[in-house]
């Protein structure tokens, strides 16, 4: 057995004399390996408790380990929902109580080994089916059966796989319905023949996946450009790959949906941004004002938008000025002041007036600025609003002393956020320790655990 260090062998004499589950849990995450077997009897105490570690994802694996050997039916279930449940605890559960019941949830548990795929497939059952199909490892030879005998369902499933290989693609539009074809038409591996052919299909989902297709041929894009279907438009007029020279017609197309998709292109001329802004329609020019390549002159027109939602545009694009920031920063519209605060490029003179706004929105925003400092940082911290609270404890330049004075915040999730937090002391750890929320406590046990076993 490993030596047990003695801030590790202190820690768990403290968890022994507290016989508190999360917190033995939590030392066993923390690789607390030595007493494993002490802290077992205190993490799994009765059946109740271990049916919630049995569907806890972040339930350790010595614990999920322990379970597998004296499961239950309902902890078998949770076990195979669990995706932290360890690949031989699965196996364990297929092969030594085997359940065609279970078999569905086995199958779709990502760390399911995928030599173990096809003895679930065996079960005969459609929703064991479903779910080797959409595994992330199931073999070639595996979904090439399913191609050929799996049903609608499933040969959707398969449709969508990330990295299709031709031979699956081609045996998947043989058998497929449109709806699943139009899938195929979104994979990488689609040959280019199949992507013409279905430029010229009469249904617009089908156009419009070839429009937004890396590998379109030359030729359907230029057909797709002057497609009847907004939509597809609209595909064309986004898709990286079209030349811009080719866009022009577009910026009076009678569709506000292929005109917004043409401001949102980041190589197209500032002339036609321009162009773009003098049109009707507030989405328009919130895509305008958005836009990185939209000149200055423009954005300082912009930010006097009678549109609270372009001005807010104009606050979150990089290309504004401190100057103009500053401006939106004093805006009317709470919505648009929050833009800018949440801005590392304010002036510090304006973020910190931005501190003292009324609205919640504006000073979350300047609580989660990473140009805040410190001292706002820490006032913002005991702030009324929980939200704001939240904002500083996510800032990523939270000073620690800050961090650790948010351990005693009186809503659960920001103390759940602040337990989460690389940063924060071995102190505000202890204080977390007896946390009323299990999680909490859980997170504090592990990091503790954690920082022991590395001294």
């Known amino acids: 057995m490993p030596e047990v260090s003695p801030d590790m062998a202190a820690l768990v004499r403290r968890v022994v004399e507290r016989r508190d589950a999360y917190a033995a849990a939590g030392l066993i995450a923390g690789n607390c390996t030595a007493t494993t077997g002490k802290l077992l009897g205190i993490a799994l105490p009765d059946r109740a408790t271990r049916l919630i570690f049995a569907g806890l994802p972040f339930s350790p694996e010595g614990l999920l380990e322990e379970l597998g050997g004296r499961a239950d039916a309902a902890i078998r279930r949770r076990l195979a929902r669990n995706p932290a449940t360890p690949p031989g605890v699965l196996v364990r559960l297929l092969r030594e109580r085997p359940e065609p019941g279970l078999n569905p949830l086995l199958a779709a548990n990502p760390r399911m080994p995928a030599n173990m795929l096809a003895d679930l497939l065996s079960d005969g059952q459609e929703a064991t089916a479903r779910a080797v199909a959409g595994h992330p490892q199931a073999p070639a030879e595996l979904l090439a059966g399913l191609a050929e005998s799996g049903g609608p369902a499933v040969l959707r499933i398969l449709a969508a796989r990330r990295g299709l290989t031709p031979d699956l693609l081609g045996r998947l539009w043989l058998h497929g319905d449109r709806h699943v074809r139009a899938e195929l038409l979104r994979a990488e591996a689609c040959p280019g023949q199949l992507l013409m052919a279905a430029a010229h299909a009469p249904f617009p989902l089908w156009r419009r996946r070839v429009a937004s297709h890396p590998a379109a041929p030359e030729g359907a894009c230029q057909r797709l450009l002057h497609d009847p279907d907004a939509t597809v438009r609209a595909a064309v007029a986004e898709?990286?790959?079209?030349?811009?020279?080719?866009?022009?017609?577009?910026?009076?197309?009678?569709?506000?949906?292929?005109?917004?998709?043409?401001?949102?292109?980041?190589?197209?001329?500032?002339?036609?941004?321009?162009?773009?802004?003098?049109?009707?329609?507030?989405?328009?020019?919130?895509?305008?004002?958005?836009?990185?390549?939209?000149?200055?002159?423009?954005?300082?027109?912009?930010?006097?938008?009678?549109?609270?939602?372009?001005?807010?545009?104009?606050?979150?694009?990089?290309?504004?000025?401190?100057?103009?920031?500053?401006?939106?920063?004093?805006?009317?519209?709470?919505?648009?002041?929050?833009?800018?605060?949440?801005?590392?490029?304010?002036?510090?003179?304006?973020?910190?007036?931005?501190?003292?706004?009324?609205?919640?929105d504006v000073v979350s925003a300047v609580a989660a600025n990473p140009s805040t400092p410190g001292p706002t940082l820490l006032a913002l911290a005991r702030h009324r609003d929980r939200d704001v609270r939240r904002a500083v404890a996510l800032n990523p330049r939270v000073p620690v002393a800050v961090l650790d004075s948010l351990v005693e915040d009186p809503y659960p999730l920001n103390r759940f956020v602040v337990a989460r937090c690389d940063a924060l002391s071995a102190t505000a750890l202890e204080a977390l320790t007896g946390d009323p929320e299990p999680r909490i406590r859980f997170l504090a046990w592990k990091r503790l655990a954690e920082l022991a076993a590395s001294r």
Do not use: H, K
Not at 304 to 321: F, G, L
């Open 239 to 360: 898709s990286p790959l079209t030349p811009v020279s080719r866009l022009y017609p577009l910026l009076l197309d009678p569709s506000g949906r292929v005109r917004r998709a043409l401001a949102r292109r980041r190589d197209i001329p500032p002339s036609w941004l321009d162009s773009l802004a003098r049109q009707p329609g507030n989405w328009l020019r919130r895509w305008v004002a958005r836009n990185p390549r939209c000149p200055r002159q423009m954005l300082e027109q912009l930010a006097y938008d009678p549109a609270a939602d372009v001005r807010r545009a104009v606050s979150r694009n990089p290309a504004s000025s401190a100057f103009l920031l500053a401006r939106l920063a004093a805006d009317p519209e709470a919505w648009v002041r929050a833009g800018a605060a949440g801005r590392d490029d304010l002036y510090p003179s304006v973020l910190q007036r931005l501190a003292d706004d009324p609205a919640v």
